[in-house]
């Protein structure tokens, strides 16, 4: 995961790395609004970018589920501009979403892995994420390559329209350089994310809950686990609880808190403290350092801090070991899993 960041931020200038941008970027920065496509992860990979698109650029943005956006009647308007979003760039569902949308005079950008790849074809341009191959069928190291492509376009944009100062873009920037360092980093606790997969293997269900940027890594989480350990878990926004799932928790409930610090910090804590309050099982992925949430909670996560901005590529990383390692433990084929195909071509 790191080397595939690395090699996608090396060079200075955004322009370099991101090769089918150049001709778009005008396009983008002109967009009233961006719709995104994708299905999966890819589609997580979306809500991170709306987040993103919506802070640092000002642009309006829908995130779509291909599968529901190719048999709808969507209304889609001259300066609207179509994101689609891809590991393989077979998925038959994105592919579909690409054509409805072409049909109608919108402009599509790709993002895909696989280098001439039909949905890589189908676009009017794109950025590669070059991810290298992903062996297992459920992505793992094309979301944070995704992630990664998606924050530079966001970061691009957004300084082509001015919506962030030379001062945020700089440091936006130092900021890219230092992550597959700080990714690098989340691996040392491996073992102990082992060690919770262990107490937790044969859990029925899992809740995940996150807020803002962190709210899309809650539902990538409980994918990761769903797909490759076959155990039923659900995402959640963490402001939703309360509006229903909070009737799940008692004490045979683990929760996956995102709870990094940020500027979501202070509403985790009584999210958690809600949990809490109902015997609800916490573990916690926090910021390195934090002393106030590992007194509250039964285990935590450490991840580095980096900048609010760049806090999925950190926080999923745990999610994903602590799927891999329970997936492992229950005796399940982790690249294979079963009813899923790498490219869903029908
Ligand atoms: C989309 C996707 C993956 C998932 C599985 C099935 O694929 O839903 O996110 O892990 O492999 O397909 P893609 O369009 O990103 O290749």
């Not at 109608?104 to 993002?111: D, H, M, T």
């Given at each position: 995961i790191a080397d595939s960041m690395r090699g996608r931020l090396r060079a200075a200038d955004l322009?370099?790395?991101?090769?089918?941008?150049?001709?778009?970027?005008?396009?983008?920065?002109?967009a009233e609004r961006i719709i995104i496509v994708g299905c999966g992860t890819s589609w997580h990979a979306g809500l991170v970018a709306e987040y993103l698109f919506e802070e640092l650029a000002r642009i309006n943005v829908e995130v779509e589920y291909a599968s529901e956006f190719r048999y709808r009647n969507p209304v889609i308007r001259e300066n609207d501009m179509v994101i689609a979003i891809s590991q393989s760039g077979e998925t038959a569902d994105t592919l579909a979403a690409i054509e409805l949308a072409k049909s109608?005079?919108?402009?599509?950008?790709?993002?895909c892995n696989v280098v001439g790849s039909s949905i890589a074809r189908a676009t009017h341009a794109g950025a590669y994420t070059h991810a290298g191959p992903e062996i297992g069928v459920a992505s793992t190291k094309a979301f944070t390559a995704q992630v990664t492509v998606l924050t530079l376009i966001a970061i691009a944009v957004a300084r082509k329209k001015n919506t962030i100062t030379e001062e945020s873009y700089r440091q936006l920037l130092t900021a890219l350089e230092a992550m597959p360092g700080k990714v690098e980093k989340v691996f040392e606790h491996a073992s102990r994310i082992k060690e919770i997969a262990y107490i937790f293997t044969y859990a029925r269900n899992f809740i995940y809950l996150g807020r803002g940027l962190n709210f899309p890594v809650a539902l990538e989480g409980a994918l990761k686990l769903k797909e490759i350990s076959y155990i039923h878990a659900e995402g959640y926004p963490a402001a939703e609880m309360k509006h229903g799932p909070i009737a799940l928790?008692?004490?045979d409930m683990p929760v996956v808190f995102l709870a990094t610090r940020d500027s979501s910090?202070?509403?985790?804590?009584?999210?958690?403290?809600e949990?809490?309050?109902r015997k609800?099982?916490?573990?916690a992925i926090v910021t390195e350092g934090d002393t106030l949430i590992p007194e509250m909670v039964d285990f935590v996560i450490e991840v580095p801090e980096v900048h609010e901005s760049l806090t999925p590529l950190v926080s999923v990383i745990p999610l994903q070991l602590?799927?891999?390692y329970?997936?492992?433990?229950r005796g399940r084929n982790v690249d294979q899993p079963r009813n899923l195909a790498k490219s869903v071509t029908v």
């Open positions: 322009h370099l790395q991101l090769g089918g941008l150049d001709s778009y970027l005008d396009k983008l920065a002109c109608r005079g919108a402009s599509i950008f790709g993002v928790i008692d004490e910090y202070e509403k985790i804590v009584s999210n958690i403290q949990v809490k309050a609800g099982r916490v573990i602590l799927s891999y329970i997936a492992v433990m």
